[in-house]
């Protein structure tokens, strides 16, 4: 069965420094997101992707992040500068165009900023 | 406001009796998804059960099944025969439209965590 790959699967990283979580999605599916869970707290989405652009982003999703589909297979977030609250639990997810009612999601990737 | 409200911050259970996890929700769109996962320990989500606003029938998988009161805008998933396994994180999320192009987000309930004992 077809499933959506992330790596690492964790990433210990100094406060400042740029991370960069990679996925990649079910290969026939179209749309693509990344949602966030800080530890002990509810999954919350940070950005959706499609047709090569973010189609939606959610107040999380500053300056500080972006996504990009480098090569028709990966999807992937970038922090540019890490801070302690962006330590969480971050989750891509993937889906086709039709019957697009389930969102597969990765295993997640732990990001700790020390 | 909160658009999906899940008030079981934590539910027992004893093996092999059935548990049902409440779920309410809030939308003003007449086309709607509700969403069940389960996050065991290891972190991962496992997507478990669907439920469609147009479907006519409550939706099964398994030993899951989920009770739809549309009127009551409440979605409750109901674990038939529990096992040792089924111990997690249980998130009811509702799709929602986002964007152009057909994009949609999930939002997430706060959880419940199932305790199954043996």
């Known amino acids: 069965e077809p499933e959506v790959t992330q790596t690492p699967s964790h990433q210990v990283t100094q406060m400042g420094q740029e991370v960069i979580l990679r996925c990649v999605p079910i290969s026939n599916h179209l749309y693509f997101y990344w949602y966030r869970q800080i530890l002990g707290q509810k999954v919350e989405f940070l950005v959706s992707f499609y047709n090569n652009e973010i189609s939606e982003k959610s107040e999380i999703f500053d300056d500080q992040f972006s996504v990009e589909r480098p090569d028709g297979s990966n999807f992937t977030l970038k922090i540019r500068s890490t801070k302690l609250e962006d330590s969480a639990m971050y989750f891509c997810?993937?889906?086709?165009?039709?019957?697009?009612?389930?969102?597969?999601f990765g295993p997640g990737t732990r990001l700790t900023v020390t | 406001a909160q658009k999906i409200t899940q008030t079981q911050p934590g539910m027992f259970v004893q093996e092999k009796e059935a548990v049902t996890l409440d779920c309410t929700y809030d939308t003003s769109d007449p086309s709607y998804g509700l969403f069940w996962y389960k996050q065991p320990s290891s972190g991962e989500m496992i997507f478990l059960i669907y439920q469609g606003s147009y479907d006519q029938q409550n939706a099964t998988e398994g030993r899951y099944s989920l009770n739809f009161q549309k009127a009551r805008k409440s979605a409750n998933l109901v674990i038939s025969a529990s096992q040792l396994g089924d111990s997690a994180m249980y998130f009811c999320a509702m799709r929602e439209a986002v964007g152009q192009g057909g994009s949609e987000k999930l939002v997430f309930g706060k959880g419940t965590k199932l305790t199954v004992n043996p």
């Open positions: 997810a993937s889906s086709e165009v039709r019957g697009r009612y389930e969102q597969y």
